[in-house]
């Protein structure tokens, strides 16, 4: 039970001190035995919390960025009217900053035996689950004066999935995939490793790609085309170690990196390439493998909306182990991890040849676009030497890069929004030159 704002002024009215007032008593026990007995009435006529019925529907997942829409459906099996205010709580990143009030709170009429529903809009600012807390309830009297309040635990869960902001570079990365593999009128054929057809000659082509056999049963002279390799296996490994939460721009560098791995799996699977995911720092922290094409983007995901990046060191040996075991045939082994130059020359280094004798390995590292700022600045002391400072890290990371490739890694270094249609490029350029 909860005195309102209006019953505690009237209470304060009628019960002032003498010394302020000299009332006549008779009058002063006539006021506070008339408000007492609205205030009891009041409270009497306010409908019964606890009793009400909450259940919940809506939306169960929804991309960063989005709106998910969660409805509550309030029954209200008493004989009294229900006027309430509702508080549907849920965590402060549910919510885009400053509407949380606005989102969260609503007003609440519900006749006798009657139901209603409100829906509460959820407009999330990071990736995850997002777990629905308590509904509060505050139910008025018609007068207004006593309220009735009551909790209810109404669970829901929504999971925040990554944007896959990326997605608009799919439809060009799809028209170069579709030239390789010759399916449209170009004036190259797609260079791969298994053979597509035979056509005419045309001045112009590779003498290499005559076949003589064909020539001979012809008056023609015949070439061959090619076209990429099929069903290759690709294991993308997301590194979810303490380099991965370093933030650039307004994101982790885990997130860039999920959305590079998320259009190279979308390019991959059109390309009859079969796909898994790993997600390692210390220990696997997320596993997709042996899914169709048409559920591999749903399974990746989710496995990532959970992913968080762990403040610990990576263990590149053991990663480098487990990526063996998951792809123990030949592969296209995708390391989304650091650059930095610590990590890769004491860690990844001294490894890395387990990788690169049976696998073909593309790294891909997020850079960041202040550094290259910093480098181009000048105007005082203070500019040049951080110019300094970013030349300095800029070329100890192309000197990484170089010893990388100099393993036969190959290496692609950009910046958040550039690093995944550079990735989807690198892709299609060791797939047309045959190296998958």
């Avoid at 005195?3 to 009237?10: D, E, N, S, Y």
């Avoid at 008339?34 to 009497?44: G, K, V």
């Avoid at 060009?172 to 170009?186: H, I, K, M, N, Q």
């Avoid at 390692?280 to 983007?297: F, G, K, T």
Wanted: with cysteine; hydrophobic share 40%; proline share 6%.
């Amino acid at each position: 039970m909860a005195l309102t704002g209006r019953a505690a002024l009237l209470a304060a009215l009628g019960t002032l001190p003498v010394g302020v007032w000299a009332p006549d008593w008779t009058g002063v026990l006539a006021v506070n035995g008339s408000l007492a007995l609205a205030c009891a009435c009041d409270f009497a006529l306010a409908a019964p919390v606890r009793r009400l019925r909450l259940t919940r529907s809506g939306d169960t997942s929804v991309r960063l960025g989005e709106a998910a829409d969660v409805t509550l459906t309030v029954t209200n099996p008493s004989g009294r009217p229900v006027r309430a205010r509702l508080r549907d709580a849920w965590p402060p990143s549910s919510w885009q900053p400053g509407t949380e009030v606005a989102a969260s709170r609503h007003r609440l009429a519900v006749p006798p035996g009657e139901r209603r529903r409100i829906t509460t809009r959820l407009t999330p600012t990071r990736r995850g689950e997002r777990h629905a807390d308590r509904v509060t309830i505050r139910s008025y009297g018609p007068l207004g004066l006593f309220s009735r309040q009551g909790t209810h635990k109404v669970p829901w869960t929504v999971r925040v999935l990554p944007p896959f902001a990326s997605r608009k570079h799919l439809p060009s990365r799809l028209a170069r995939l579709r030239e390789l593999d010759g399916r449209t009128s170009v004036l190259t054929r797609g260079e791969g490793t298994e053979f597509d057809s035979l056509r005419d000659y045309v001045p112009g082509d590779d003498t290499r790609s005559i076949d003589w056999r064909a020539t001979a049963r012809q008056t023609t002279v015949a070439v061959r085309t090619w076209r990429p390799e099929r069903d290759r296996h690709i294991l993308l490994v997301l590194d979810t170690g303490r380099t991965s939460a370093g933030r650039v721009g307004d994101a982790p560098r885990l997130d860039a990196s999920m959305d590079a791995a998320l259009l190279l799996a979308a390019l991959a699977s059109r390309a009859g390439d079969r796909v898994d995911l790993l997600a390692y720092d210390r220990r696997v922290r997320a596993l997709v493998q042996s899914r169709a094409a048409r559920e591999l983007l749903p399974a990746l995901v989710n496995a990532m909306a959970t992913l968080e990046p762990e403040l610990i060191e990576t263990d590149a040996r053991g990663l480098t182990a487990t990526a063996l075991r998951t792809a123990p045939r030949r592969s296209l082994v995708v390391l989304l991890t650091t650059l930095d130059t610590a990590p890769v020359e004491e860690e990844l280094l001294p490894v890395l040849s387990r990788l690169t004798q049976r696998h073909t390995v593309l790294l891909a590292s997020v850079s960041d676009p202040h550094v290259a700022r910093m480098a181009t600045a000048r105007g005082d002391a203070d500019a040049v030497y951080e110019a300094a400072a970013a030349a300095r890290a800029q070329a100890e990371r192309t000197r990484t890069a170089e010893q990388l490739r100099r393993h036969g890694v190959t290496v692609v270094d950009a910046a958040p929004e550039d690093l995944a249609p550079a990735l989807a490029d690198a892709y299609l350029a060791l797939k047309a030159a045959g190296r998958l």
